[in-house]
């Protein structure tokens, strides 16, 4: 091979050669740099640990700068805060005049109640201000108060800031100390407080009751109870924020003596409408000093009175006393306020009541004391409702107490009636014309007006509760009406005793006849087709009272007329000769003529018969006994008469009839006009109805 022509080989091998040691020579300069640079960086490092010696204070200092910034801005943020508030407390006050006076000017009520609704919600943000920075102003102060101590102990800032933050502090708490309190007390809070407390009375004052009216015209409209509400929706509404706002300012007492104080007022004011004077005599002294007359008109207008005080006043009053202050105090309120104004509004209604009922038992109470009766049962379910709850125990207790007052004094009345009469038999005889006496006419009244149907369910009532009391409440009582019928019963049998205990002191036979038959003829006609006779039963009047009429009618035609007829009775001297019968002829004509003239004279001047049907009865029958006798008389032994001028049976006809029609003592038709000891007119024509009852009336004795 050629020495000029190189392997390839070769050439590969010398070109590695080459780039070998290219790279071990940069490998050597690499090294060489190496070397350098870590001498460098051992300076460096060293450098570096000299300058972090030196750096480390500041670092230091630095964040005890941070932690001081942030302590101070902890404590200067709501100090800022409270500044701010103080502003807005300013800008209220400012609002509030501006209210205040808008109110003022103000006259339209729809446009004064929107405008007192601003004002409310002023006042109300104003106290929350207020209760902000009374809240938060002494933890702010206190926090301040920290940092000023701390930056003065550390000293971490110039004296200069020191002292004009120490001076900041004082400012603040000065005017936190004195201004706190006057912004609660003195300010214009309490201004505004004081004014809402007018418009509270004010607002109050005009919320009234409607007009009760005529009692005697408009009683049918208190049967139920009267849902009207007191007051429009924008008052109460008004109300109601002035109520709260009040409560939330610590003046609630003062809040409910006005709203009881304004009620009460506006309560009274409308039952005074009603001139109830009567109840200014209350006491059972005073009460059985009244004349009968005024007192029926006092319980009548006390009845009516009572009804419009619960049913239409103080239902109005509990539901205006809800709608206001229900939500002060979770509700525990109103009831209590309700309740004093209820209580000096029923207090005069139920001593009243009270008084009636503890007053004398005299017979003609029991028809008002069974209406006073009657309107408490009818009252006591929407009493119940109205005072119910924890308030209302002592209006309800009160209530029951009067009812049993009453049903005690009903009841003593009527079983005193009962022993009145019973006792009122102590020998005096009967009237000396024969004539009903009084207390028969009063008993049998008073039994027949008691036996209607507005007086016979509440006196079965109350003889049922009474014997439910003396019983036990387990017993079972008998029914009320039966009770009543009994009762009733024993009275017209101590009626009956007291009747012929009269008639068996009497020495005039005639007069004892006619005294019994028109003394039972009377109380079987005025018993017959009433109710008292539905009552006592048909065959009961009958046998008691009308046979015994009948049998005494008969036993008086028989003595006073039938004496007459047996003058002439001729049977005994039909065997006697002609001249001896003549004289004695003579002699029974004028003997039976004589008689004829005293019966009729004692008939014009003592005997009565009030009853026209009864009258004219006795004296048809007596007119055919006696002038048929005469008429036969004479027509048989005329002839043997020495004297031929005697009276015709047409003259004695006319005698006799006149006898039963002569003096002042003739009434109508069964009718009989009287005045008990010249207090106590009873009307029987005009029916049981029209019964007047005389407060002292005394009985026949």
Not at 210 to 227: F, I, P, R
Not at 291 to 300: C, D, G, P, Y
Not at 532 to 558: H, I, N
Not at 588 to 598: A, G, P
């Amino acid at each position: 091979m050629a020495p000029n022509e190189q392997d390839p080989t070769l050439l590969s091998l010398e070109s590695a050669c080459s780039d070998l040691k290219a790279l071990l020579l940069a490998s050597k300069k690499l090294e060489d740099c190496l070397g350098n640079m870590d001498t460098k960086f051992d300076g460096i490092e060293a450098t570096l640990s000299t300058s972090s010696r030196r750096v480390a204070p500041l670092q230091s200092l630095a964040m005890s700068t941070k932690a001081l910034d942030t302590r101070i801005n902890r404590a200067v943020s709501p100090a800022l805060a409270l500044l701010d508030r103080f502003k807005f407390y300013e800008s209220l006050q400012q609002k509030l005049l501006d209210l205040s006076s808008k109110l003022s000017q103000e006259k339209t009520p729809q446009k004064r109640l929107q405008n007192l609704i601003d004002y409310i919600n002023c006042v109300d943000q104003l106290n929350e201000a207020i209760i902000s920075i009374n809240q938060e102003g002494e933890p702010v102060i206190q926090r301040l108060q920290e940092v000023v101590e701390f930056i003065s102990r550390t000293k971490a800032a110039d004296q200069y800031r020191t002292e004009r933050l120490r001076e900041t502090l004082i400012t603040l708490k000065t005017l936190y100390e004195t201004e706190v309190d006057a912004m609660r007390f003195e300010g214009l809070l309490d201004q505004a407080l004081l004014h809402m407390q007018d418009e509270f009375e004010s607002i109050l004052l005009q919320i009234k009751h409607q007009k009760v009216g005529d009692l005697s015209q408009q009683q049918a409209e208190y049967d139920t109870v009267v849902d009207s509400d007191l007051g429009s929706e924008m008052e109460i509404e008004v109300l109601r924020r002035i109520s709260d706002t009040l409560a939330a300012n610590d003046c609630l007492d003062i809040c409910i003596d006005i709203y009881v104080k304004v009620r009460y007022r506006r309560a009274a004011k409308a039952l005074m409408r009603l001139n109830p004077d009567y109840l200014r005599t209350y006491t059972p002294e005073g009460i059985d000093e009244m004349e009968w007359e005024s007192l029926e008109t006092a319980i009548t207008l006390w009845i009516q009175h009572f009804e419009v005080a619960v049913k239409k006043v103080l239902f109005s009053e509990k539901k205006l006393s809800y709608r206001v202050l229900g939500k002060v105090m979770a509700g525990l309120v109103w009831p209590e306020c309700f309740a004093k104004i209820a209580d000096k509004i029923l207090a005069v209604f139920f001593r009243f009541g009270e008084g009636v009922a503890r007053s004398s038992k005299e017979p003609q109470k029991l028809f008002k004391l069974l209406d006073m009766f009657e309107t408490l049962e009818k009252l006591k379910p929407e009493f119940s409702e109205i005072f119910d709850g924890e308030a209302g125990v002592d209006f309800c207790t009160r209530f029951r107490e009067l009812e049993k007052l009453i049903i005690d004094a009903s009841s003593k009345v009527f079983w005193e009636f009962g022993l009145q009469i019973e006792g009122n038999t102590d020998g005096i005889p009967p009237p000396q014309d024969g004539s009903v006496p009084k207390l028969v006419r009063y008993a049998i009244n008073y039994l027949k007006y008691l036996a209607t149907k507005n007086y016979r369910e509440a006196m079965g009532n109350v003889l049922e509760t009474e014997q439910i009391w003396k019983a036990g409440i387990l017993s079972k009582p008998d029914n009320g009406e039966d009770l009543l019928k009994e009762a009733i019963f024993n009275i017209m049998d101590a009626l009956q005793r007291n009747i012929e205990s009269k008639r068996s002191r009497c020495r005039d036979k005639t007069l004892v006849n006619i005294f019994a038959m028109n003394t039972y003829w009377y109380i079987y006609m005025r018993t017959k087709n009433s109710e008292l006779g539905e009552l006592l039963g048909d065959q009961y009047m009958k046998r008691k009272y009308k046979s015994v009429a009948e049998e005494s009618a008969y036993m008086y035609q028989m003595q006073a007329w039938g004496v007459l007829v047996s003058i002439l009775d001729m049977e005994e001297v039909k065997t006697q000769e002609k001249d001896v019968i003549g004289g004695i002829v003579t002699e029974k004509i004028e003997t039976f003529l004589k008689y004829v003239n005293d019966t009729c004279q004692k008939h014009k001047e003592y005997y009565n018969i009030p009853d026209e049907d009864l009258r004219e009865q006795i004296k048809e029958a007596s007119l055919k006994l006696v002038v048929e006798a005469y008429t036969e008389f004479l027509d048989s032994y005329s002839g043997l008469l020495q004297r031929k001028l005697y009276p015709t049976p047409e003259r004695l006809l006319g005698l006799v009839g006149r006898a039963f029609h002569g003096g002042d003592v003739t009434l109508k038709r069964r009718t009989l006009t009287d005045r008990m000891a010249g207090r106590l007119a009873t009307s029987l024509e005009g029916g049981i109805n029209d019964f007047q009852r005389s407060r002292s009336e005394s009985f026949d004795v």
